[in-house]
């Protein structure tokens, strides 16, 4: 799931963009898609704004943000995918008999998961307010395309610093003294080197390498890394490089 959608505010999630992530445009929450502000855009024989031009594109590419979330993986909604079918067949006041037929399964069966739900959303909304209190240190996010997430990424934003200042002595845009062994700070070190990789741009094998010979020497270490922790995509052949998005 896109790390804008994952830190913006309810408001933003539920119309599925965001006017504060770049000031003078408009962002999708659901994937990198922008639009300026104050622009007029054509579409199918009408002028839009950037609001109704970005309210198309969230209908074109993602359907709604119900149907980007029920695509959604587990580890980011916590719905199993008995649990999503529920949902999706219910939706708009559907009737449980009706969702029973579609499923398969005995009218009982859609009440019992339609309460757990509801349970569920009660829980969260508790954990919601619990978490908005709670005085933990704060953590680092993980990149939404990461390709396993585990205790590596349990790294707060101290230990970040810390790491960044270690490994980055000319700042975050210079080069690294070296590449570490520990695996929370080569993933801290990679995140930082990817500010050198903007979205929705692929790069070729030696535009790749040239940047990162900037980082450090072993320029092939860095790209091996970048794309075995799901920082960077590229083609079967090996001759392209992107950023990797998540699945949704």
């Not at 969230?58 to 979330?69: D, N, P, R």
């Not at 829980?123 to 990149?143: I, N």
Request: net charge neutral; aromatic share 10%.
């Amino acid at each position: 799931m896109n790390e804008r959608f994952l830190q913006s505010d309810e408001t933003e999630r539920y119309r599925g963009f965001s006017r504060t992530i770049r000031p003078g445009t408009i962002s999708c929450l659901l994937c990198s898609q922008e639009y300026e502000q104050g622009i007029i855009y054509p579409y199918e024989n009408v002028l839009m704004d950037a609001d109704k031009r970005m309210e198309k594109h969230i209908q074109e590419a993602h359907g709604s943000v119900f149907q980007a979330l029920l695509e959604a993986d587990k580890r980011h909604t916590g719905l199993t995918d008995v649990q999503k079918q529920v949902i999706r067949e219910t939706a708009g006041g559907r009737k449980d008999k009706d969702a029973a037929a579609v499923l398969g399964v005995s009218e009982a069966t859609v009440r019992g998961h339609r309460f757990k739900l509801k349970e569920k959303e009660k829980q969260a909304k508790a954990f919601l307010t619990m978490m908005q209190e709670w005085e933990g240190e704060a953590m680092t996010d993980v990149h939404s395309s990461a390709t396993m997430v585990d205790e590596r990424y349990a790294v707060t934003k101290k230990e970040e610093e810390k790491i960044i200042q270690t490994y980055f002595p000319e700042g975050t845009g210079g080069r690294i003294s070296s590449f570490p062994r520990k695996e929370k700070r080569k993933l801290v070190v990679l995140r930082t080197i990817m500010a050198d990789f903007p979205e929705q741009k692929t790069f070729t094998e030696k535009e790749v390498n040239e940047k990162l010979k900037q980082r450090w020497d072993d320029f092939v270490t860095l790209r091996r890394y970048l794309v075995e922790y799901g920082f960077l995509d590229r083609s079967r052949n090996g001759s392209e490089y992107w950023v990797k998005k998540s699945d949704t």
